[in-house]
């Protein structure tokens, strides 16, 4: 049986007539008789009974209209639910980010959004690059806001370029300074993120490019949990710029130019966008990227 059969059915309970129900459903009075048929074979029993005014459930007839009806309640709302969620004005984006940017780029990036398109619904993860792939990957979210393009089929959209900075504290011998070059890190121990993640390899980089590699004494997935910790004491870091100074650090600017971190929209580009998801990309390829 297919859905269109229990359909039919339930219209045939409804009519109690075969030849009122084809009239309604407009078919021929046989091809609904033979869909009877092979709907009785199918189950192994009678469904209906003939009588003089037309067609009785069974006992049986009752059990398979309540399944019937049931199958069909739930593929209507399947539909309908599917048919929201698809609305590129009501519909829903499931939308990935990196844990750095939930009090920073996220937000004003949603308030724009959500001025643009009210109705339209934001499903939000926050975690770490490594999660985003797998994520995306997987299609358990559509797009993601990261700051290290994945490889393979990826499409990438700046939304904004962030300047690092050497973060200390605020009694450090450096406190003072201008300006300073990653060179100078030599003998300096380093707060910064895990191994694996995305802010991670864009550092490592950047030591590697000028010859350095500071001991790591302490990590942390979260970046205003680095500030910290570089408030306390227990080393230095590099930084995005605007997380300076929440617990009184101070950021020295980098002479290293390509000391700079470029957040990106990035989603699968080998299956098409829901229309919402889509209209998220849009959005952001017309707001354009900002510099930090």
Do not use: C
Not at 84 to 113: C, H, I, K, Q, Y
Request: no cysteine; aromatic share 6%; glycine share 8%.
């Amino acid at each position: 049986m297919d859905l269109r059969d229990l359909h039919w059915l339930v219209a045939l309970a409804e009519h109690g007539h075969v030849t009122g129900t084809a009239e309604s459903l407009e078919v021929s009075q046989p091809a609904l008789s033979r869909a009877l048929a092979r709907m009785e074979r199918e189950l192994g029993t009678r469904l209906f009974e003939r009588v003089s005014s037309g067609i009785v459930l069974t006992p049986d007839g009752e059990v398979a209209l309540d399944a019937a009806r049931d199958i069909v309640a739930r593929h209507d709302q399947l539909t309908r639910t599917l048919a929201d969620r698809l609305d590129p004005d009501s519909g829903t984006v499931r939308l990935a980010f990196l844990d750095s940017m939930s009090t920073s780029l996220v937000p004003r990036v949603l308030r724009e959004f959500h001025a643009a398109a009210p109705a339209v619904r934001v499903l939000l993860t926050q975690e770490p690059h490594h999660d985003l792939v797998r994520d995306l990957e997987s299609g358990a979210v559509e797009l993601a806001i990261t700051s290290w393009l994945p490889k393979g089929r990826f499409g990438w959209l700046p939304m904004q370029e962030e300047r690092l900075v050497l973060v200390v504290p605020s009694t450090h011998r450096w406190r003072s300074r201008r300006r300073i070059s990653l060179e100078s890190l030599a003998d300096e121990e380093l707060v910064t993120t895990p191994r694996g993640f995305g802010y991670r390899g864009l550092v490592d980089d950047l030591m590697a490019a000028a010859g350095v590699s500071p001991r790591v004494s302490f990590e942390s997935a979260d970046l205003a949990t680095i500030e910290g910790l570089v408030a306390a004491g227990l080393g230095v870091a590099v930084l995005p710029e605007q997380f300076v100074g929440h617990n009184g650090t101070i950021g020295i600017p980098l002479t290293t130019r390509s000391a700079r971190r470029t957040i990106g929209l990035t989603w699968r580009t080998d299956r098409e966008l829901a229309p919402p998801a889509a209209r998220f990309v849009d959005f952001v390829g017309a707001r354009g990227p900002a510099r930090g």
